[in-house]
C-alpha cells in the first residue's frame, strides 16, 4: 500500500512537480546565500526555502499519502504554520544583532538610529559598551 | 463563558491540530479537547493580551494577497539570485512610518515580511513607531513602501484596529 509505483501517473506528475519546485527553490536558495557577500543581502536567500521551497514539498507530501491512503492526510500542514510563524523570530534576532554589531562598531552603511527623543543614543552609554570590549582585550594579551 | 474557555478559537486550532497530528476519530476528538482545554486553562493563567479581530472578513483576503505576493517575490528574487552579478542591484534599509499599533497586528506584518521573500524586517522603534527594513531589490524605493503601506498595513489596520 505505501509503495510509489501504487501512484497513478496524475498524482506521480504533480507530486514530482510540487518535488522539484520546493527542491529547486531550496537549492537557489543555498547557492544565494553562498554567494551573496553581505550580511542583509544573505538573509533574503533562505527565505526562498522556508516559504514557497516549504510550501511545495508539504504540498507533494499531502497529495502523495493522501493518494495512497486514499484519504486526507493533512498534517503536512502543521509544519507549514510552523515555519512560517517561526521564521520572523530568528531572522529578527539575527538582523537585530548585526544590525546592533554593525551600529556599534560606527558602520557607514547602516543607518543611524534615529531618535530625537529617543534614550539610545547618549554618549555615556557609547562610551561604556566601547570600554568592555578593550578591556577584556587588553587581560586577554 | 470568558472563565470556562477564555481562548475559544485557540481551543478550536489545537483541537484541529491533534486530530491532524492522530486521526479523525471520537476518541481521538475527546482526548484533542481535553488536551485543549487544559492549554488553553495554561495560557490563561499567563494573562497574556487579547488580540482583538474586528474584520474577519477581511483575513482571507489577505491570507490570499500575501500567498500571491510570496509567489511572485520567490519567482523575483530567485531570478536575481540565478542571474548572479550580470544585473545591477542596489540593495539598502529603508524606514517605513507605521500607523499600526496593535501588537497582534505588527506580529502578523512581521511573518508576512519576512515570508515575502525580499524584505526582511530588521528593526521597529516603538517609541517612534518606525520600522527598518532591509530590500533585497531596492530600485523602487515608493513601490516598496506602497506596497508595505497601502497592501498589508491598510487591510491590518481594518482587521485589528
Redesign the interface.
Known amino acids: 500500500m505505501n509503495h510509489a509505483a501504487h501512484l497513478p501517473l496524475w498524482a506521480a506528475l504533480l507530486v514530482a512537480i510540487f518535488l522539484l519546485i520546493g527542491a529547486g527553490l531550496a537549492l537557489i536558495g543555498s547557492f544565494g546565500f553562498y554567494r551573496l557577500r553581505n550580511f542583509y543581502d544573505r538573509i533574503h536567500a533562505p527565505t526562498l526555502g522556508t516559504s514557497w521551497g516549504t510550501a511545495a514539498i508539504v504540498m507533494a507530501s499531502m497529495i502523495c499519502f493522501s493518494v495512497l491512503q486514499s484519504r486526507l492526510v493533512l498534517h503536512e500542514l502543521l509544519i507549514g504554520v510552523f515555519v512560517t510563524v517561526t521564521t520572523p523570530v530568528t531572522l529578527m534576532l539575527l538582523g537585530r544583532a548585526a544590525l546592533y554589531r554593525d551600529r556599534s562598531e560606527g558602520n557607514p552603511e547602516v543607518p543611524a538610529i534615529s531618535t530625537p527623543k529617543g534614550r539610545l543614543d547618549k554618549p555615556q552609554l557609547t562610551k561604556e559598551s566601547e570600554s568592555v570590549p578593550h578591556n577584556s582585550k587588553n587581560m586577554n594579551d | 463563558m470568558s472563565k470556562i474557555l477564555p481562548y475559544p478559537l485557540l481551543t478550536i486550532f489545537l483541537i484541529i ?1 491533534w486530530l ?2 492522530t486521526n479523525f476519530s471520537l476518541g481521538q476528538f475527546l482526548v484533542g479537547t481535553i488536551l485543549a482545554f487544559i492549554a488553553v486553562q495554561g495560557l490563561a493563567a499567563l494573562h497574556p493580551a487579547k488580540p482583538r479581530l474586528r474584520r474577519w472578513d477581511l483575513l482571507s483576503k489577505l491570507i490570499a494577497i500575501v500567498l500571491y505576493d ?2 511572485r517575490s ?1 519567482i523575483a ?2 531570478k536575481i ?2 542571474q ?1 552579478s550580470k544585473r545591477e542591484r542596489i ?1 539598502g ?1 529603508m ?1 517605513i512610518p507605521l500607523d499600526l499599533r496593535d501588537s497582534s497586528g505588527l ?1 502578523l506584518l ?2 508576512i ?11 521597529y ?1 516603538s ?2 513607531d ?1 520600522l ?1 527594513l ?1 530590500i ?1 531589490d531596492l530600485v523602487d524605493e515608493t513601490a516598496w513602501r506602497n506596497l508595505i503601506k497601502n497592501r498589508y498595513e491598510q487591510l491590518l489596520l481594518e482587521i485589528f484596529e
Open positions: 491540530m491532524l497530528l510570496i509567489v520567490n528574487v530567485a539570485i540565478l548572479g540593495s534599509f524606514t506580529a512581521s511573518v515580511i519576512t515570508s515575502t521573500p525580499g524584505t526582511a524586517w530588521i528593526d522603534n517609541t517612534q518606525t527598518l532591509h533585497f
